[in-house]
């Protein structure tokens, strides 16, 4: 009897294992640590580097923000937009983007901003979609863009960002870098202020090559910084706090 019973159990115990290897052969997969398995069998990582597919839309004629939410964002209140984009008889929202700025239409066919996740820790992601392959790209900011306190701009081109770069202490300086190779173009010396005066910075964009940058203290003083890619100088103009 022993001798049976043991014989039962090994015979159980292999048939056991090879349920379960035929089980996973047929199409049961298991996804890689880090991946979140999206409905539509797109898979994205749940951090940042998201690849989203959605399905290719015709030409883009124009952008809006809608359903604005205030809501607190880190320290500071906010308001929060979906992003509306315009064809020729159709109105689609990118799923999954909420942004705090309007973001950037360069042509018919691309649409580049920030977006705002309150699910992570940085919270703050570049976001890059085309129209024509239908792809929406989720990526981290260049290293020293701090986008809870600086507004990045994209030339209209989509060739540049811009932005206020803030290193941590109370220091501020103007930064242009190619995109999307992050490669350095611009960066004035830093423009130190008081560390309770830094408010943020923001970014304009005149034209494709010519930007306007502008380091935001309080009392409404700030420092813009002017320039353009093809020239090497940049203008700065410091609105002192006896001129208010």
Same mark, same amino acid.
Request: charged share 20%; net charge neutral; glycine share 8%.
């Given at each position: 009897?022993?001798?049976?019973?043991?014989?039962?159990? $090994?015979?159980?115990?292999?048939?056991?294992?090879?349920?379960?290897? #035929?089980? +996973?052969?047929?199409? +049961?997969?298991?996804?890689?640590?880090?991946?979140?398995?999206?409905? !539509?069998?797109?898979?994205?990582?749940?951090? #940042?580097?998201?690849?989203?597919?959605?399905?290719?839309?015709?030409?883009?004629?124009?952008? #809006?923000?809608? !359903?604005?939410?205030?809501?607190?964002?880190?320290?500071?209140?906010?308001?929060?937009?979906?992003?509306?984009?315009?064809?020729?008889?159709?109105?689609?929202? &990118?799923?999954?983007?909420?942004?705090?700025?309007?973001?950037?239409?360069?042509?018919?066919? &691309?649409?580049?901003?920030?977006?705002?996740?309150?699910?992570?820790?940085?919270?703050?992601?570049?976001?890059?979609?085309?129209?024509?392959?239908?792809?929406?790209? $989720? #990526?981290?900011?260049?290293?020293?863009?701090?986008?809870?306190?600086?507004?990045?701009?994209?030339?209209?081109?989509?060739?540049?960002?811009?932005? $206020?770069?803030?290193?941590?202490?109370? +220091?501020?300086?103007?930064?242009?870098?190619?995109?999307?190779?992050?490669?350095?173009?611009?960066?004035?010396?830093?423009?130190?202020?008081?560390?309770?005066?830094?408010?943020?910075?923001?970014?304009?964009?005149?034209?494709?090559?010519?930007?306007?940058?502008?380091?935001? $203290?309080?009392?409404?003083?700030?420092?813009?910084?002017?320039?353009?890619? !093809?020239?090497?100088?940049?203008?700065?103009?410091?609105?002192?706090?006896?001129?208010?």
């Amino acid at each position: 009897m022993t001798g049976c019973m043991k014989l039962t159990v $090994i015979a159980c115990f292999v048939a056991l294992v090879a349920c379960r290897r #035929s089980h +996973t052969s047929q199409g +049961t997969s298991v996804a890689p640590p880090g991946v979140m398995r999206r409905l !539509d069998g797109a898979q994205r990582p749940t951090a #940042s580097g998201r690849l989203i597919h959605l399905a290719p839309a015709p030409p883009i004629r124009g952008l #809006s923000l809608a !359903d604005s939410a205030f809501a607190e964002v880190g320290a500071v209140g906010r308001y929060l937009y979906h992003v509306v984009i315009r064809h020729d008889s159709s109105l689609d929202t &990118l799923p999954g983007i909420v942004t705090v700025a309007r973001p950037t239409l360069v042509a018919d066919s &691309l649409v580049l901003g920030v977006t705002y996740d309150s699910t992570t820790v940085d919270g703050y992601f570049i976001f890059r979609y085309s129209a024509p392959s239908g792809q929406l790209e $989720i #990526s981290d900011p260049p290293l020293n863009l701090r986008l809870a306190v600086s507004e990045p701009a994209f030339a209209p081109n989509g060739r540049y960002i811009a932005y $206020i770069a803030f290193p941590g202490d109370a +220091t501020g300086r103007a930064v242009v870098r190619r995109w999307p190779s992050e490669q350095l173009v611009v960066e004035t010396p830093s423009d130190t202020v008081p560390a309770t005066d830094v408010t943020g910075g923001w970014a304009d964009w005149i034209d494709s090559t010519q930007f306007e940058l502008f380091m935001v $203290i309080a009392d409404d003083r700030w420092v813009r910084f002017r320039g353009a890619i !093809d020239r090497p100088n940049v203008v700065v103009d410091t609105v002192p706090a006896s001129a208010q």
